[in-house]
């Protein structure tokens, strides 16, 4: 085994730092939104979207196996990806706000 060079730790400690602002960025930009459509009088879930995505798979509608914070863990060929138990494999719901008021 090779010790780990500088540069390698270096990259390792951009790349937790990147992941960490991609968490936390949807959750400023989140509430951010949330307060600006109340204020235009929108949705305050969707923002007239009348649709919300899957917090479990977002969005996507598949859950990718084999990965931990989103880091392939060993092959890329082990990471299967399965669908979504939370939304079916939609990837997304009804608003229950707005399907409440358009019915
Ligand atoms: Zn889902
Ligand atoms: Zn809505």
């Known amino acids: 085994m090779e010790n780990i060079t500088a540069s390698e730790l270096a990259g390792f400690g951009v790349g937790t730092l990147l992941l960490c602002a991609t968490i936390a960025a949807p959750k400023v930009d989140a509430f951010i939104s949330a307060s600006q459509r109340s204020s235009l009088g929108m949705c305050k879930k969707c923002g007239n979207l009348r649709m919300i995505a899957c ?22 060929s082990e990471v299967r990806s399965t669908k979504c138990v939370n ?9 229950p706000e707005c399907s409440k008021s358009s019915a």
């Not at 917090?55 to 890329?76: N, P, Q």
């Not at 939304?87 to 608003?95: A, I, P, V």
Request: net charge positive; with cysteine; aromatic share 6%.
């Open 55 to 76: 917090t479990k798979c977002k969005g996507a509608g598949l859950i990718k196996e084999g990965l931990l914070f989103g880091i392939t863990l060993g092959d890329e």
């Open 87 to 95: 939304c079916l494999g939609k990837g997304q719901f009804s608003c």
